[in-house]
């Protein structure tokens, strides 16, 4: 089974898409850090906390050692110390790293981390048949609507419309 990191957006997103539980149903072993966790509203955290106490989600908490290791590394200024947990998490498992968010992706695939997004799990989700195309095109449609970030990135749009005409 392979590992993935996921960082605050990518749940985010799935919580705002109602698809956060299938996300799990994917061949994945999902990791995250408690850092992570606590950018999301308190339902969203304890939801999380739920999936952890079935064993179906990993938390971890940085300690002190790895929180400095973390602050000895060179990361971009952009990336914040969330997504720095998430990284140095990847990094530690060599695991792929699930985010939207364009820093860290960047600095993932610098490091030779393998990095996918938001398209990736609807993609995906729909090839090992958790949810129809028809749906995932209504949650994309659901997910322009809702977020800034995938309206006003041309390259991200333009893959948008792609998935839109083949799913819907």
Known sequence: MRVAVT????????????????????DLEIHTSSDVIGELYDEQAEALHLLAANGRLEIHNINEDARLAISEMNFPRALSQNDKTVLHLADRFQAMV???????????????????????????????????????????????ETNIMYRNNMKLSAEIQKRLLIWL
């Open 98 to 144: 699930l985010s939207s968010d364009q820093v860290v992706r960047n600095y993932a695939v610098k490091c030779g981390l393998e990095c996918h997004g938001m398209l990736w799990v609807l993609d995906t989700l729909i090839e090992k048949d958790i949810i129809n195309p028809k749906l995932a095109a209504k949650k994309l449609q659901a997910l322009l």
């Open 7 to 26: 960082d605050a957006c990518i749940f985010i997103d799935l919580f705002d898409l109602q698809l956060t539980r299938h996300l799990f149903d994917l």
